[in-house]
């Protein structure tokens, strides 16, 4: 993938404007990159609105997708996670934890080398399926599990 | 002032793994406060990684990442020396930007 | 900490507990899970964020007296020098005439050297859940601790001075009051012991020992700070229902002279990562 998702999503005329501003200094690369939140996508308060956001209403499930993660969250407040895609030309990865309040957690596009390989650590409110959606050749691929979120001892 | 952001990025084979720590509040805007006023959203939006001038990695992200987040991503094609470039910019226009090399 | 939220840190640890017998028994073993992820959590660990401010306050010059501390502190290994310093603190200081852990060694440089109130620092010496910063104590303890990353513990047991506060806070560990009339040794002081999902070290051991002062400072996850041994040595008071000590109190100091004199010879991973 060559162009980047403020190319693809603002479409000719926006980008145009937007590059003369860059070009001028008035805006820094990574501020209109903000502008390009997918509001829509982010604040869905259920899987299907946030699906839907990205585009992924038609994904399939993948044995090639890996998503690591613990079966049991040693704390809700940072549970790991890894995403490896092995489809070819993976363009894009996304997260999600199905029982938080806004389930979308990231999407990261891929671009100049970049393996379909990443790993966050995520808020879970309690014990939820974990999602990612990778996105390759214009389709869309997943694959889910389970953690458990625990409460913990009391010290550490 | 946004905090300075820590960031690796090591040669490994063919494959370049940069890991980065970003110092941020993230708060998910559900939160309240010891008063029981609701501590409003304050959190990271886009991030970017590029490497050698190149835009490698460009994400989007919400309030369920973890505080002080941390992400790993990998590349091929890059050499030691390369520059690595990462920023951010959250829901409320503060941004930060940093650098380091390809050991 | 306030008294509201301990007192629902309280009771939500009642509550738990008897939840998490029944899901200890279902997963075949939690512990085993943790520690696959737990050196990834540490590989990357956002204690790393707090040191760098540390390293800036340890080298700006700062206070009434605007001197930096790694041109006035001496933590035992010469002047500024942070390597191998935490691992060989507590140790007795000449200057100050008293046995100091690391974070009262730098709390008297702070006082003394760069003219800071000590009322000022004691007023908010620990970070709070979810506060944005943690103090600057804070992060100086952070810092200096990661001078001995990979480094051995060697507490000068053969002090005197040392040797005497190891005994007093083998004591202190060893007192029976409060509500509950408990010690630290009612659930550190011997082996086989857990809260909820947690393993409790029996402090006594070598091996106990290293885990109750390994990976302090540690960055938290609950609330995501960065707190200290102090914190830790006060909040252990707290739960046992005792009053808690003063900020940078000989007690503590005491504790971990044992503690970390128990600990001789295990290796100091660094700033940690806790749950």
């Known amino acids: 993938m060559n162009t980047t998702r403020r190319t693809v999503l603002k479409g000719a005329t926006a980008s145009g404007v937007l590059a003369g501003l860059i070009a001028a200094g008035a805006l820094r690369p990574t501020l209109v990159l903000a502008a390009d939140w997918n509001k829509a996508a982010f604040e869905a308060k259920d899987t299907a609105g946030a699906l839907k956001g990205i585009g992924a209403t038609a994904a399939s499930e993948s044995k090639d997708l890996m998503l690591k993660v613990p079966d049991i969250a040693e704390n809700g407040a940072v549970v790991p996670v890894d995403v490896v895609s092995n489809i070819p030309n993976t363009s894009s990865i996304s997260i999600l934890v199905e029982k938080n309040p806004q389930p979308l957690c990231a999407q990261f596009d891929f671009a100049n080398g970049a393996v379909a390989d990443v790993s966050a650590r995520l808020k879970m409110g309690q014990t939820s399926l974990v ?19 625990t409460v913990g001892g009391c010290g550490g | 002032m946004a905090d300075p952001m820590k960031i690796r990025a090591q040669l490994k084979g063919d494959v370049t793994e940069i890991r980065v720590l970003m110092g941020h509040a993230m708060e998910t805007g559900q939160r309240k406060d010891a008063a029981g006023a609701t ?32 992400f790993g991503f990998k590349m091929k094609g890059a050499k030691v020396g390369d520059k690595v470039v990462v920023s951010w910019v959250d829901n409320k226009g503060d941004k930060r930007s940093d650098e380091a090399v390809v050991a | 900490m306030n008294i509201a939220s301990s007192g629902l840190r309280l009771l939500s640890c009642t509550a738990a507990l008897a939840l998490s017998l029944s899901a200890a028994a279902q997963a075949k073993d939690p512990n085993a899970e943790f520690e696959k992820f737990r050196a990834e959590m540490e590989e990357s660990n956002p204690a790393e964020l707090f040191e760098i401010k540390g390293e800036e306050l340890w080298k700006a010059r700062r206070g009434p007296k605007n001197v930096s501390l790694a041109e006035s502190c001496d933590l035992g290994q010469g002047m500024g020098k942070v390597e191998a310093a935490y691992v060989k603190m507590p140790r007795y200081f000449a200057d100050a005439d008293a046995v100091m852990d690391a974070e009262r060694r730098i709390v008297w440089c702070m006082v003394e050297k760069q003219g800071f109130k000590f009322d000022d620092i004691a007023k908010k010496p620990f970070q709070g859940g979810n506060d944005n910063n943690a103090p600057e104590i804070t992060n100086l303890v952070t810092y200096v601790a990661s001078g001995s990353r990979n480094m051995k513990f060697d507490i000068p047991l053969g002090d005197p001075k040392v040797r005497d506060a190891f005994e007093t806070g083998k004591a202190t560990a060893a007192y029976r009051a409060g509500p509950y009339d408990f010690s630290c040794n009612t659930c550190h002081g011997v082996d086989g012991k857990r809260i909820r999902m947690q393993n409790l070290p029996n402090l006594a051991t070598p091996e106990g020992a290293i885990k109750g002062v390994q990976g302090w400072p540690g960055y938290r996850m609950t609330g995501g700070v960065m707190l200290t041994s102090q914190w830790r040595m006060n909040d252990c008071f707290r739960q046992q229902r005792f009053p808690e000590p003063k900020y940078a109190s000989q007690a503590v100091t005491n504790l971990l002279t044992y503690m970390s004199g128990n600990s001789n010879g295990q290796i100091y991973k660094g700033p940690g990562i806790k749950r």
Do not use: C, L, W
Request: proline share 4%; hydrophobic share 40%.
């Open chain 2, 39 to 70: 501590v409003p959203a304050h959190f990271i939006q886009s991030m970017t990684v590029d490497v050698g001038g190149k835009r490698v990695v460009d994400g989007q992200i919400g309030t369920s990442v973890s505080r002080n987040p941390v």
């Open chain 1, 131 to 149: 999602k990612a959606v990778a996105k390759a050749d214009g389709k869309f691929y997943t694959a889910q599990k389970e953690v458990k979120v």
